[in-house]
């Protein structure tokens, strides 16, 4: 069976995070945040929470000799920190992104050749960082259409094929279905054949549009849930989702939805 948890920057928007992250654990979920430089780390420590991921890097990205240098010199840094937090799994993008999730460095058009061989490059040294201190990086899908245009490798496609590519377990898949609905839909063929290729670190679920917690848009989250089961899935489901009106109820309706009949 799989785990459940819940991004603490998106939902009790009132409180300050620590307090958030103990208001999750408190309801049952393991605990994700964004920056950990823009937190109160002893803060967090306290809560007694589990924390099942965090962003893994403060800036760089994949496809470039300076940004790759900086992104693994703050994926060193994320490590430390995902450490004294007791977090497995640091997330990563194709490139670093602002305080509005838009990227520091924007692409246009698809990523070239060389691009693709030196995210592949850049990712194995990432994959080998994790692997030294028994930690996972995973590679999340984002959109280009609604929240991230100009990310390369924003894909669900692209994502899954860089993670094959780099066929390390330091490195996973990040499976952001609310993404991949927006840029490519059919959700449980994805989730098979990322299953089946064994590279799923975590799946991350919000409702389209909207962006908040499941049986607010048009995905079928409990026929998702149920092909998970089906699969064996036994890693990781976390709620990266605003509340529709109020987090508790946000968060019931994330537990209805994952939990089988």
Same mark, same amino acid.
């Given at each position: 069976?799989?785990?459940?948890? #819940? ?5 009790? *928007? ?22 950990? %430089? ?19 890097? /403060?800036? +760089?990205?994949? &496809?470039?000799?300076?940004?790759? @240098?900086? *992104?693994?010199? !703050? ?10 937090? +007791? ?17 520091? /460095?924007? #692409?246009?058009?698809?990523? %070239? ?8 490059? !850049? ?6 960082? +994790? ?6 990086? &995973?590679?999340?899908?984002?959109? &280009? @259409? ?8 924003? &894909? ?6 860089? /993670?094959? @590519? ?30 089946? *290729? ?7 679920? @919000?409702? #389209? ?49 994952? %939990?089988?009949?």
């Amino acid at each position: 069976m799989y785990t459940l948890a #819940v991004c603490a920057e998106m939902v009790f *928007l009132d409180l300050p995070i620590h307090e958030r992250a103990r208001r999750i654990h408190d309801l049952g979920f393991q605990v994700e945040i964004w920056d950990w %430089t823009r937190h109160d780390l002893a803060a967090l420590t306290g809560t007694g929470a589990v924390f099942s991921s965090m962003t893994g890097y /403060v800036r +760089g990205s994949l &496809t470039d000799s300076d940004g790759a @240098a900086e *992104l693994l010199r !703050t994926a060193e840094e994320s490590i430390k920190v995902a450490e004294q937090l +007791g977090c497995l799994r640091l997330n990563l993008h194709g490139t670093g992104l602002d305080d509005k999730g838009l990227p520091v /460095v924007p #692409v246009t058009g698809p990523a %070239t050749g060389p691009m693709w061989i030196a995210a592949q490059r !850049t990712l194995s040294r990432v994959a080998e960082l +994790g692997e030294r201190a028994g930690i996972t990086f &995973t590679l999340e899908n984002l959109n &280009t @259409a609604v929240n991230h245009p100009g990310v390369p490798f924003a &894909t669900a496609a692209d994502t899954l094929a860089l /993670v094959a @590519a780099v066929d390390r377990p330091g490195l996973r898949m990040n499976l952001d279905l609310y993404h991949a609905q927006i840029g490519e839909g059919n959700l449980i063929e994805l989730v098979h054949r990322a299953h089946r *290729l064994g590279l799923i670190g975590e799946i991350q679920v @919000a409702d #389209v549009p909207g962006r908040c917690e499941p049986g607010t848009g048009e995905i079928n989250y409990p026929a998702v849930a149920r092909a998970l089961t089906d699969l064996g899935y036994n890693g990781t489901v976390a709620l990266e989702a605003w509340s529709s009106t109020d987090s508790d109820l946000a968060l019931e309706r994330f537990r209805s939805a994952f %939990t089988p009949a």
